[in-house]
């Protein structure tokens, strides 16, 4: 597959790519087949060789919110870290790539003095993949100024859809099924650059004082439940710093999971299943997992 793929688009092409290195776990088996494509052409090349020969397909940004079970994935992963990078302001609109981490949009909203993003100070990632989970902090998601998104859908073609199209709800965004993010619009409002990036440190100065950022982790675990917060139960719970293997929920904040180095996507799923569990029995709430569980327990 690799050599097909490799001759069919401009970008580099690899084949048993570990996926630890492209995640913030730093957990996960191989890709099968991982794909860099440089542009727009080589994205739709992609979808189509996958599509054809009915190759499953992986959409892969920054790797946050994820875990990569230890089998790796099977089939075509798509890199997009390295192209749909563009970034531009009009007005009172940004539009940017989905491949742009989503602090280099915080520092260009701050430079271009548009406000409202500021609540996704310490979201990690790529904008694509929070708009595909609708990230945020209590302080904002990304769909709060999110005016429309431009894709391309299963069948190779380019559209547009509304942030009404969406279905935007807590962490969910109902895209077609395939589709690829490439490109957002943002509208904004006029404040002071000063401003901004005052808002923007002091967010991420409260961040860094109540989560585990110097720790690898894939950031919150579960989903908040309605009216209360998942962290929370899971330290009512007694669970802070329970380890497996080196797999550990976080001592900083219940609803991490952290890597102390050598942990695997199975310690990683042992703590959260257990979480879960004495959670239910203590609480009769049951958490729902945030993070995106993707691939194969074991190699094939």
């Not at 494509?37 to 992986?58: M, S, Y």
């Not at 099977?74 to 531009?88: C, P, Q, T």
């Not at 859908?153 to 547009?160: M, P, Q, S, T």
């Not at 009404?164 to 077609?176: A, D, K, N």
Request: with cysteine.
């Amino acid at each position: 597959m690799k050599g097909r793929l490799q001759g069919s688009i401009k970008g580099e092409v690899l084949a048993r790519e570990p996926l630890s290195h492209h995640t913030y776990f730093r957990i996960g088996g191989p890709a099968e087949v991982m794909a860099y494509p440089a542009d727009l052409d080589d994205l739709k090349a992609l979808l189509k060789v996958a599509r054809d020969e009915a190759i499953p397909v992986l959409i892969l940004g920054g790797g946050s919110n994820m875990l990569v079970l230890d089998g790796g994935i099977k089939g075509l992963v798509i890199n997009l870290s390295r192209s749909f990078l563009e970034l531009s302001a009009a007005e009172e609109r940004i539009r940017c790539g989905a491949g742009v981490r989503t602090s280099r949009l915080l520092a260009f909203s701050a430079k271009t003095g548009l406000t409202g993003l500021e609540g996704l100070s310490g979201v990690p990632g790529t904008v694509g993949g929070a708009i595909h989970g609708n990230a945020g902090t209590p302080f904002g998601a990304i769909s709060d100024h999110l005016e429309w998104v431009r894709l391309v859908d299963c069948l190779g073609e380019e559209r547009f859809m509304s942030r009404e199209e969406l279905s935007l709800g807590y962490r969910h965004c109902q895209l077609p099924t395939g589709a690829v993010i490439v490109e957002a619009a943002f509208t904004l409002q006029r404040g002071m650059s000063a401003e901004i990036r005052r808002t923007i440190s002091k967010l991420l100065v409260r961040r860094n004082l109540t989560q585990p950022v110097d720790i690898r982790s894939a950031g919150c675990i579960f989903k908040n439940p309605p009216g209360n917060f998942a962290g929370r139960l899971v330290e009512q719970a007694g669970l802070k710093g329970l380890r497996h293997g080196e797999a550990q929920i976080s001592e900083k904040h219940g609803n991490f999971i952290v890597n102390l180095g050598k942990a695997t996507a199975a310690d990683v799923l042992r703590l959260a299943n257990r979480a879960k569990a004495d959670v239910l029995l203590r609480t009769g709430v049951a958490l729902e997992l945030e993070i995106e569980i993707v691939g194969s327990p074991s190699a094939a």
